[in-house]
T-cell receptor, first 111, second 112 residues
C-alpha cells in the first residue's frame, strides 16, 4: 500500500458545485496533515493544515478520520479559480523526518 | 520579500553533463529541501538540510549532491546527468519540520 493515496481525477464540476476529495494514508502515527494546491506548471502552495478532527476556511473544509486513516477536502460553491491539483501531504517522523506527498487530485471547474 | 527563488527555470543537458541548481530563501528559515516531481507521482524528497551546516539524504538521493552554503542558500548538483533525471525540481524551505513548506517556482530539467 502506498504511504499516501489519492484519486487522480480529474473531477470535472460546474461552477457552484460542491466537490470532495479523499486521501488515505498508511502511517497511523501521523498527527498532522496538509492540503497543498498546485496550479498547472507552478509550485505547490499550502491550502490548509489539519491537526485534529478538521479545519474550515471559508469554502474549504478539511476533515480527518483517524480510525479509517483518511483525510478529506470539501470545496463548496466551486469557482473557476479553484481549478488546480490538490495534494494531500502527510508528515512522517523517525529515521528522517519527511513529508509524503500524494500524487494529487486534479479539479477542473467549468462555467 | 522574494520568498524562495530558484535558477535556472529551464535547462537542457546531454547525458553525462553536470550542472548545479541554485536555491535561495529570504525568510530566515532553518530547513531547506530539494524535491523532484515526475508525472503521476507525488513530490519525492532528494536531500534536505534541517539547519545550516547539516545535510541528509531523502528518498531518492542517488545521482545528486547538495551543499548548504549558508542559511539562505541550498544548491543541488548533478555530477553526471542521466535521462532518468529528467524532471521538475523544486526547492522548499520551512522554519522547522513539519511546518509549512514554501516552494520555489521550480526548474524544468531535460536530459537527452
Amino acid at each position: 500500500r502506498k504511504e499516501v493515496e489519492q484519486d487522480p481525477g480529474p473531477f470535472n464540476v460546474p461552477e457552484g458545485a460542491t466537490v470532495a476529495f479523499n486521501c488515505t494514508y498508511s502511517n497511523s502515527a501521523s498527527q498532522s496533515f496538509f492540503w497543498y494546491r498546485q496550479d498547472c506548471r507552478k509550485e505547490p502552495k499550502l491550502l490548509m493544515s489539519v491537526y485534529s478532527s478538521g479545519n474550515e476556511d471559508g469554502r474549504f473544509t478539511a476533515q480527518l478520520n483517524r480510525a479509517s486513516q483518511y483525510i478529506s477536502l470539501l470545496i463548496r460553491d466551486s469557482k473557476l479559480s479553484d481549478s488546480a491539483t490538490y495534494l494531500c501531504v502527510v508528515p512522517i517522523s523517525g529515521g528522517y523526518n519527511k513529508l509524503i506527498f500524494g500524487a494529487g487530485t486534479r479539479l477542473a471547474v467549468h462555467p | 520579500n522574494a520568498g524562495v527563488t530558484q535558477t535556472p527555470k529551464f535547462q537542457v543537458l546531454k547525458t553525462g553533463q553536470s550542472m548545479t541548481l541554485q536555491c535561495a530563501q529570504d525568510m530566515n528559515h532553518n530547513s531547506m529541501y530539494w524535491y523532484r516531481q515526475d508525472p503521476g507521482m507525488g513530490l519525492r524528497l532528494i536531500y534536505y538540510s534541517a539547519s545550516e551546516g547539516t545535510t541528509d539524504k531523502g528518498e531518492v538521493p542517488n545521482g545528486y549532491n547538495v551543499s548548504r552554503l549558508n542559511k539562505r542558500e541550498f544548491s543541488l548538483r548533478l555530477e553526471s546527468a542521466a535521462p532518468s533525471q529528467t524532471s521538475v525540481y523544486f526547492c522548499a524551505s520551512s522554519e522547522a519540520f513539519p511546518d509549512t513548506q514554501y516552494f520555489g517556482p521550480g526548474t524544468r530539467l531535460t536530459v537527452l
